[in-house]
């Protein structure tokens, strides 16, 4: 499904990212995993098959500088790059209340400047080169519903929003869509208050649980050109919790 693609994935070393990656190169696509894990990185690189077309690189998102130096890489070592997923992104389970000055900072600038900042390099590389191409954003449930962390919750919420302007700016040569999962069993999860894992569950149709593979799958879907047809549009994946 993705042959032929290279796609950078942020956030790729553990959880959702980890899988996407994974995903992509069974389907064929070359992937340049970016993490700010580097131990992680190479841990993923080691259990990767050598046949797999894996590039890694490690880097802070929240950093405009150290993603201007990734962007100048990308151009001198993978010049056929075409597609981004930003999915980098750190939850703190904290109310509100409770937030630090700087835990408030982190949070945004991980969540929402790291995406501004690698959608910003990347559609000017690519429009500049009127390239075509995909932007996938890993936004949650909780931009759409709220969430018991407030920070969080609007950070992801501010992603829907990025998803549709960049869908008009970058038309027609980049397909802009996001994926907006319930809880997912990562170790994320682990940190959602009680009451609040139960609440999502009372609401859900399907009982099955929301895998990171199973996100995975929308995610290759939407890089691929069987989603020819769709941007700027929001991929819900909550086993029908909330209707609209």
């Known amino acids: 499904m993705l042959a032929n693609k290279k796609i950078i994935i942020t956030g790729a070393a553990s959880g959702i990212g980890k899988e996407i990656v994974k995903l992509s190169l069974r389907e064929g696509a070359s992937v340049i995993a970016c993490d700010i894990n580097g131990w992680l990185l190479e841990e993923l690189k080691q259990s990767t098959d050598a046949c797999y077309d894996l590039h890694t690189y490690s880097l802070d998102v929240s950093d405009y500088e150290q993603v201007r130096d990734f962007f100048a890489y990308i151009e001198q070592e993978h010049p056929g790059v075409d597609s981004l997923v930003n999915n980098a992104g750190i939850y703190l389970a904290k109310s509100i209340l409770d937030y630090q000055e700087n835990e408030i900072d982190k949070v945004m600038d991980i969540n929402i400047k790291g995406a501004v900042y690698f959608s910003q390099l990347f559609g000017r590389r690519m429009l500049r080169n009127q390239q075509t191409g995909t932007i996938v954003n890993m936004s949650s449930v909780s931009g759409m519903e709220g969430s018991s962390d407030a920070i969080y ?67 290759v879907f939407l890089l691929s050109d069987k989603s020819k047809h769709y941007t700027g549009a929001t991929f819900d994946i909550n086993n029908g919790g909330y209707l609209r």
């Open 153 to 219: 919750g609007l950070t992801k919420a501010a992603l829907l929003g990025l998803t549709k302007s960049c869908a008009m700016n970058f038309s027609p040569y980049i397909r802009v869509n996001a994926v907006a999962p319930t809880m997912v069993d990562t170790s994320m999860m682990e940190t959602i208050p009680e009451w609040r894992k139960m609440e999502y569950l009372s609401h859900q149709l399907i009982q099955t649980p929301v895998l990171p593979e199973d996100v995975a799958e929308t995610v």
